[in-house]
Every structure is written in C-alpha cells, then in structure tokens.
C-alpha cells in the first residue's frame, strides 16, 4: 500500500541520548514534513524539504536537524533529547509545497 | 500575527448536522484545509478551499469567505464514526501551513 512509514511507532528515552525518527514515502513526493502534535496545540512544523537536496527550518526547529538525500527518505534526529521533545511526531509528503498533506502514522515519543 | 481559531470541542447527536467554525489571520493567503484525526491516527484530507465558497463532498462541506477569515466544515446526517478531531489549516503567502489546535467533536446517540 502506497503511503508514508514511519518508525518507530512509539519509544522511551532517556534524556541526553541521541534519536532519530525514520520517514519513507512511496509516492514520489516532492516535499517532505516533520510536524510535532501537542496537546492542546496545533501541529507545528519543526522542518521541512521541498525536494530533494534541500532543507529549511520550521515554526520550532530547535533541537532537532534533518536531512534530504534523497526523494523518499526523510529522517528527523534529535541530537540530546530533552523532556520538551516528549511529543507525537508526524512527518508527512505532499506533490509539491501547494498540495494536500499525506501523514505518516506518527511516532510517539516520551523523554525522561 | 499568524492565529487560527476554532472551538475546542462541540457534541452533537447522531443524524443531525454540525457545523465547524475557523477563523485565521495569516500573513498571505494560499488555501485552506480541513483535516480528519481520529484518536490515536494520523490525520487524513477532507477537503481545501482557494476560492469563496461552497465546495461539497457528499455528507461534508467547506465554505470560505475569504474577506472575512473564515471558514466552516459542515457535517451532514452524523454517523458515530464521525467522532474525531477536525483540524483547520491554512496556507500563507510563504506557502507554509498554519495550523489550529483543532476541534473535538463528540457524537452521541
């Protein structure tokens, strides 16, 4: 089934350690997301990629670096988790930076 | 600055209509979304308006008047399925997304 992977679904961490949030999409997508959901909040972009190659930072990109090395593969690390980041992340695709938004399943991230 | 509004949650009852407010202020204007999150998933497309409007979808529908900042999702003959979260969002002159906290609708028998 075509579509956004993430993984992992879900993971406890201790504070201080390095992670990185895996993203695969199937579908040719030019632009890729990385989006934090608090509740309460509305989803907030932490960085984002509008092809290949390219990268450039979100709402609240502290924290937290990317990469783009190619179409499909999008991976989000967070370099010393904090408590802060505890959060459900969702990386996401679309066409082109003018189209609908595709959601991966999110991950769900608790730092301690 | 940027801010977009809806009601953290409303009730309605299986059958009836329901019918979602958002208002924004946005530097720029490039569309806006509605987005379905059911607990615990990922959100998933309802529908996108660019122009002033009525766009319907079978039992949804989205109006935007862009003059005003606001738009409404309205959701006919309610099915229990329908209990999710309905997100707003919309799209700046810079082509990024911004997003309300998004509304709870809870739909009783």
């Known amino acids: 089934i075509a579509g956004i992977t993430q993984a992992p679904t879900s993971q406890i961490l201790a504070a201080g350690r390095r992670m990185t949030l895996r993203c695969t999409q199937d579908m040719r997508h030019n632009a890729m997301y990385w989006y934090r959901q608090d509740l309460g909040l509305g989803l907030r972009l932490i960085h984002y990629s509008n092809t290949a190659g390219t990268t450039g930072k979100g709402e609240v990109p502290d924290g937290y670096s990317v990469s783009r090395a190619n179409t499909d593969d999008f991976p989000l690390t967070l370099a010393s988790a904090v408590p802060s980041q505890t959060s459900v992340y969702f990386c996401a695709s679309s066409e082109s930076n003018t189209g609908e938004l595709f959601f991966g399943e999110g991950s769900r991230l608790t730092v301690l | 600055g940027q801010n977009i509004d809806q009601p953290t949650e409303m009730t309605a009852t299986e059958g009836a209509i329901v019918q979602i407010n958002c208002t924004y202020q946005?530097?720029?204007?490039?569309?806006l979304f509605w987005y379905q999150q059911h607990a615990g998933e990922a959100p998933t497309f309802l529908s996108y308006?660019?122009l002033d409007g009525l766009e319907e979808k079978g039992r949804f529908s989205s109006f935007l008047s862009r003059s005003k900042g606001y738009s409404y999702l309205l959701l006919k003959e309610l099915q229990m399925k329908d209990s999710a979260s309905y997100l707003c969002a919309v799209r700046e002159g810079n082509y990024q997304l911004i997003w309300g906290a998004g509304t709870k609708l809870i739909i009783k028998p």
């Open positions: 946005t530097s720029g204007f490039n569309g």
């Open positions: 308006n660019v």
